[in-house]
């Protein structure tokens, strides 16, 4: 495979449920980012982890969990969500995030979650 | 604080209608403004980087502008497999130096 690959594709999960989202980038990009992206509205970046440690924690709320246990891998555990969490979390590589730098953003298809 | 404002929020046109999608930023220190491509249920594909005013960049029916405040997608006869919602994006000098994204330009093309 090549590129970003997001599973599942979708996931509808109750209030209680626990659940994991995965990301896998098969580029050799040592950046990789979750972004929620609901209706109407821009995408909201929520986790960013550079060389597998953690530089972004955008205010999100802890029922939403990352771990990024190398760079090739990145997950996003969800627990106890609310409905307004519905949306479509996409993940994205890129080869740095330097400030400096600009560099582009490979995104995955996207994960789309319904809570009940 | 950085922000990016796209317009309009939807557009249609008929094949071969030209037109031009705006996206007005403000941002501290640009470092690039970017636009990003989305087809439904597809996450966002890149197209262009701009890094300063009076720059542009063209591919295929797509030429991207950049001034001071606003960047323009112009669309030249564009063609139905052009239909996507369009994102800009600004990446400025403060904090980690983050994509800030606006909301979108939904583009219909009609044959």
């Known amino acids: 495979e090549t590129g970003v690959t997001q599973t599942p594709r979708h996931l509808v999960m109750g209030m209680t449920n626990k659940k994991s989202l995965k990301c896998e980038q098969h580029l050799g990009h040592n950046a990789m980012y979750w972004y929620k992206q609901s209706a109407k509205k821009p995408l909201e970046l929520m986790f960013v982890?550079?060389?597998?440690?953690?530089?972004e924690n955008n205010s999100v709320p802890s029922r939403f969990s990352p771990e990024c246990p190398n760079s090739s891998h990145l997950f996003l555990h969800l627990h106890t969500l609310q409905p307004e969490d519905s949306a479509l979390y996409l993940c994205a590589s890129s080869t740095g995030m330097s400030v400096g730098g600009a560099n582009v953003l490979t995104f995955g298809a996207g994960s789309r979650l319904t809570v009940l | 604080e950085d922000q990016v404002t796209q317009s309009p929020e939807a557009l249609r046109l008929q094949e071969g209608e030209s037109s031009s999608l705006n996206c007005s930023y403000t941002v501290s220190g640009l470092r690039g403004l970017f636009w990003y491509r989305q087809d439904p249920g597809k996450g966002p594909e890149f197209l262009f980087t701009l890094y300063s005013a009076g720059e542009e960049k063209e591919k295929e029916r797509l030429k991207a502008t950049l001034t001071k405040k606003e960047s323009f997608l112009h669309i030249t006869a564009p063609k139905p497999e052009d239909s996507a919602t369009y994102l800009c994006?600004?990446?400025?000098?403060?904090?980690?130096?983050?994509?800030?994204f606006g909301q979108g330009t939904t583009l219909q093309v009609k044959p």
């Open positions: 994006a600004v990446r400025g000098s403060s904090n980690t130096g983050k994509l800030i």
């Open positions: 982890y550079s060389l597998e440690e953690r530089v």
